[in-house]
């Protein structure tokens, strides 16, 4: 009779890349925003941890913070995997930012150039209607045909602006509020939530409006 398998324990080494893999993992969460925090399915005592590690800013008490907290999520597989699901929605909203600012640049480059320029000026009406056609028309010429690096600049720093309209900012469909809460992580810059959809409504114009509840991105880097 075949005795019963027994895994063997992880080596020392095996245990030593898994604490070095969270401890990793906690210095990618005290790098998030707090509404990302919020996004934890953490206990109080976790989240009070947490919070102790952010503040902490002399080196070594931080790092013995770090320590600390991770292996209390060593020993909680549930608090280990909300972190990480965290961790890899924000890299992934990192990554489509990133995605976003090389299609700004390549539609600014078909813009600037003459054989190109219409078919990119409609691209960009489409794909981000607060875009001002006349604007960006009159800049790439300048580009075009004096290579002033003002207009350049200008134009990417146009379609930035236009790229990160809020959903308040400009007309366009409703949408379910739980798509929209999947999506952007916020109610429509805090204005009034219908049944069904989000409905902003301007207050002051005594008007309302539909809106679209794509959340855009922002750039953190330089105009370019």
């Known amino acids: 009779m075949k005795e019963p398998y027994i895994p063997a324990a992880p080596s020392r080494s095996a245990l030593k890349r ?20 919020e996004r934890l399915q953490w206990d ?14 002399q080196h070594g008490a931080r790092k013995r913070q770090i320590k600390h907290l991770s292996a209390l999520l060593r020993r909680d597989s549930e608090a280990l995997e909300s972190a990480r699901e965290v961790l890899d929605a924000s890299n992934g909203a990192h990554r489509a930012q990133v995605q976003d600012f090389h299609q700004l640049e390549d539609l600014r480059e078909r813009l ?81 939530v219908v049944a069904g959809g989000i409905d902003c409504r301007d207050l002051s114009a005594g008007a309302g409006r539909n809106l679209p509840v794509s959340p855009g991105f922002r750039f953190s880097a330089d105009d370019r």
């Not at 005592?45 to 952010?54: G, K, P, T, Y």
């Open 112 to 192: 600037c150039q003459a054989q190109t320029r219409a078919d990119a000026l409609q691209e960009a009406l489409q794909r981000y209607p607060a875009c001002d056609e006349a604007l960006l028309e009159r800049l790439a010429r300048s580009y075009g045909e004096t290579g002033d690096r003002r207009s350049y600049r200008e134009i990417f720093r146009h379609l930035r602006t236009a790229a990160e309209k809020r959903p308040c900012e400009m007309p366009g469909q409703i949408r379910p509020i739980a798509a929209l809460e999947k999506e952007s992580g916020y109610d429509c810059c805090g204005k009034e």
């Open 18 to 37: 898994q604490a070095h893999q969270v401890e990793e993992l906690v210095r990618g969460l005290l790098d998030l925003g707090v509404s990302q925090i």
């Open 44 to 57: 109080q005592s976790l989240r009070a941890e947490l919070d102790l590690a952010r503040k902490t800013r």
